[in-house]
């Protein structure tokens, strides 16, 4: 079964780093980029950026570079979204994401989420 | 970057009734690279439409969309009870793709 299985939801202190894993499951994960989409709480989506899964190389959506890091492991189809110096704002589910077959980038594959809530 | 305008923020509608939600671009979407999603509590996003008007697989024919340039609709013809969500629209067609801030679909 093709899918994105993504790691537990955290809770942490502000000033802490979190790693969320997304792990792709039933198909290549250098096939094709992974997205990380960001929803605050009754908010709506905002696009982070994609990770190139056959470099490693990232890019950033305005708004989340400094703080945010992707990365990847190819040796257990997984990439990593880390956000360091934690801020009570980046309270939210972090959502990974993959593109289509289609032209353009759509997502056609998501992971159920993970959330991390920052208080202390 | 693409602003996205939904309307309305939330529509009332009983099952069996016609829902028209409508997706407003800033710029011009080319090559209609314009998505549409649902969302139901605790569930991640899900495909419904892309190419403006293209169904993903697996999603039902009562969910059409149309439209091209800056104006985008998304028809569900009549509604089933579980349609009853949240849908976004998005643009991929510039960097960074964006998303409309959701039309709620609610129960009458």
């Known amino acids: 079964q093709v899918q994105l299985v993504q790691s537990a939801s955290e809770l942490k202190e502000p000033g802490a780093s979190v790693k969320v894993s997304c792990k792709a499951s039933?198909?290549?994960?250098?096939?094709?980029?992974i997205n990380w989409v960001r929803q605050a709480p009754g908010q709506g989506l905002e696009w982070m950026g994609w990770i190139n899964t056959k470099t490693g190389t990232p890019t950033y959506a305005p708004g989340f570079t400094g703080r945010f890091v992707f990365s990847l492991d190819t040796s257990v189809s997984t990439t990593y979204l880390q956000i360091n110096s934690l801020k009570a704002e980046d309270t939210a589910f972090y959502y990974c994401?993959?593109?289509?077959?289609?032209?353009?980038?759509?997502?056609?594959?998501w992971g159920r989420g993970t959330l991390v809530t920052v208080s202390s | 970057e693409i602003v996205l305008t939904q309307s309305p923020g939330t529509l009332s509608l009983s099952p069996g009734e016609r829902a028209t939600l409508s997706c407003g671009a800033s710029?011009?979407?080319?090559?209609?690279?314009l998505a549409w999603y649902q969302q139901k509590p605790g569930q991640p996003p899900r495909l419904l439409i892309y190419g403006a008007s293209n169904r993903a697989t697996g999603i039902p024919d009562r969910f059409s969309g149309s439209g091209s340039g800056t104006d985008f609709t998304l028809i569900i013809s009549r509604l089933e009870p579980e349609d009853f969500a949240v849908y976004y629209c998005q643009q991929y067609i510039r960097s960074p793709q964006t998303f409309g801030q959701g039309t709620k679909l609610e129960m009458k």
């Open positions: 994401a993959r593109i289509g077959r289609g032209p353009g980038w759509y997502f056609e594959l």
């Open positions: 710029q011009i979407v080319g090559n209609n690279y």
């Open positions: 039933g198909y290549t994960l250098t096939d094709y980029p």
